[in-house]
């Protein structure tokens, strides 16, 4: 039976204020290139990811002009497949952290839908979170609002974050994804499913009620879905980081923040996510609501999820352990 890739080369601490993770922090620094300084040369602009990002932003614009009532249907039910399944449970409590275990085709399952986010291969964002997690909110951070608010939000993806060399990169931050074929294929495969996935809307559009249809199909369901998934994300970079209130103390600016919960899936709950990164469950108190994590919830009870990181300490896992009856 094959189950999740290993997890990160990268040990993640149990307990966000103790010693060990102040050592690993410091150690961490050590290994913090490319800076912002030296990411925000002219050189290293990434032009297609400027590209991209207009493109999809100027078509998002026009949607007023093109508002169907079927297509604001369609575009919900994606936004949540790609936002909360894709991005929130596939790209992030999964892949980068490895919250939980499961089937191999469940996993590519969910990988394939984050793609269809918009926000970017697999390798990339895993790898870009990773360090994240490794230098948040200090020298080497991704996209720190200490940066700039605007820098941490989406100035950050104007430029690459590698220094040229994105092969090592990748090995560095996402060593257990790069070494599978299915995730370098998706990663070849990033901009042709966008494509495959607007002409498959324009289709139904069109063969349902013709060419007007198919039009607002495409702006809404696929660009103004894209664009608001992205910014619902980089709300987590840069308001999570930002506004909010703090149920741990640890060693970067991650904040809980209600607001970014609700857009974001749950991801809001992010001063709990930065205290303890692997827990698949981000909400910590009773009205933390997570409906990520309800998903997660229904997955292992249908049997495609399992040994679910919903547990802060060893001693919790045992305590709840001891405390549910063997089936």
Same mark, same amino acid.
């Given at each position: 039976?094959?189950?999740?890739?290993?997890?990160?080369?990268?040990?993640?601490?149990?307990?966000?204020?103790?010693?060990?993770?102040?050592?690993?922090?410091?150690?961490?620094?050590?290994?913090?290139?490319?800076?912002?300084?030296?990411?925000?040369?002219?050189?290293?602009?990434?032009?297609?990811?400027?590209?991209?990002?207009?493109?999809?932003?100027?078509?998002?614009?026009?949607?007023?002009? $093109?508002f169907t009532w079927e297509a604001l249907a369609v575009t919900l039910v994606l936004h949540w497949m790609t936002g909360? =399944?894709?991005?929130? =449970?596939? $790209?992030?409590?999964?892949?980068?952290?490895?919250?939980?275990?499961? $089937?191999? !085709?469940?996993? $590519?399952?969910?990988?394939?839908?984050?793609?269809?986010?918009?926000?970017?291969?697999?390798?990339?964002w895993v790898a870009d979170h990773r360090k994240h997690h490794a230098c948040s909110d200090q020298e080497g951070d991704?996209?720190?609002?200490?940066?700039?608010?605007?820098?941490?939000?989406?100035?950050?993806?104007?430029?690459?974050?590698?220094?040229?060399?994105?092969?090592?990169?990748?090995?560095?931050? #996402?060593?257990?994804?790069?070494?599978?074929?299915?995730? /370098?294929?998706?990663?070849?495969?990033?901009?042709?499913?966008?494509?495959?996935?607007?002409? %498959?809307?324009?289709?139904?559009?069109?063969?349902?009620?013709?060419?007007? =249809?198919?039009?607002?199909?495409?702006?809404? #369901?696929?660009? =103004?879905?894209?664009?608001?998934?992205?910014? #619902?994300? !980089?709300?987590?970079?840069?308001?999570?980081?930002?506004?909010?209130? /703090?149920?741990?103390?640890?060693?970067?600016?991650?904040?809980?923040?209600?607001?970014?919960? %609700?857009?974001?899936?749950?991801?809001?709950?992010?001063?709990?996510?930065?205290?303890?990164?692997?827990?698949?469950?981000?909400?910590? /108190? !009773?009205?933390?609501?997570?409906?990520?994590?309800?998903?997660?919830?229904?997955?292992?009870?249908?049997?495609?999820?399992?040994?679910?990181?919903?547990?802060?300490? #060893?001693?919790?896992?045992?305590?709840?352990?001891?405390?549910?009856?063997?089936?």
């Amino acid at each position: 039976m094959s189950i999740a890739s290993p997890a990160p080369t990268f040990t993640e601490p149990e307990s966000p204020a103790s010693d060990k993770q102040e050592a690993t922090v410091k150690k961490r620094r050590k290994d913090v290139a490319p800076t912002t300084v030296d990411r925000r040369r002219f050189a290293n602009a990434s032009y297609w990811a400027i590209g991209w990002l207009t493109m999809a932003h100027l078509v998002a614009f026009t949607a007023p002009f $093109y508002f169907t009532w079927e297509a604001l249907a369609v575009t919900l039910v994606l936004h949540w497949m790609t936002g909360s =399944l894709g991005i929130c =449970l596939g $790209y992030h409590r999964l892949l980068t952290h490895t919250g939980m275990k499961t $089937y191999s !085709w469940v996993r $590519y399952f969910f990988t394939t839908i984050g793609l269809l986010a918009g926000e970017g291969t697999p390798l990339d964002w895993v790898a870009d979170h990773r360090k994240h997690h490794a230098c948040s909110d200090q020298e080497g951070d991704p996209h720190t609002p200490r940066d700039g608010a605007i820098w941490s939000h989406v100035n950050w993806l104007t430029y690459h974050t590698h220094n040229g060399d994105r092969v090592a990169y990748l090995k560095r931050w #996402a060593p257990d994804l790069y070494k599978e074929t299915g995730m /370098r294929w998706l990663d070849i495969m990033f901009l042709p499913a966008h494509i495959a996935v607007t002409l %498959i809307l324009f289709g139904i559009g069109y063969a349902w009620q013709g060419i007007d =249809l198919g039009i607002s199909l495409v702006v809404w #369901a696929m660009f =103004l879905r894209l664009v608001t998934v992205l910014h #619902a994300t !980089w709300l987590v970079n840069s308001m999570s980081h930002m506004w909010g209130y /703090r149920n741990y103390e640890t060693t970067d600016d991650s904040r809980n923040n209600w607001f970014v919960a %609700i857009v974001a899936y749950g991801e809001g709950w992010h001063n709990n996510h930065h205290a303890y990164p692997r827990m698949a469950k981000h909400g910590h /108190r !009773w009205w933390e609501f997570d409906i990520t994590w309800q998903a997660i919830r229904l997955l292992r009870a249908c049997g495609l999820v399992w040994d679910v990181v919903d547990y802060r300490t #060893a001693s919790e896992k045992k305590a709840s352990e001891q405390a549910t009856p063997a089936s």
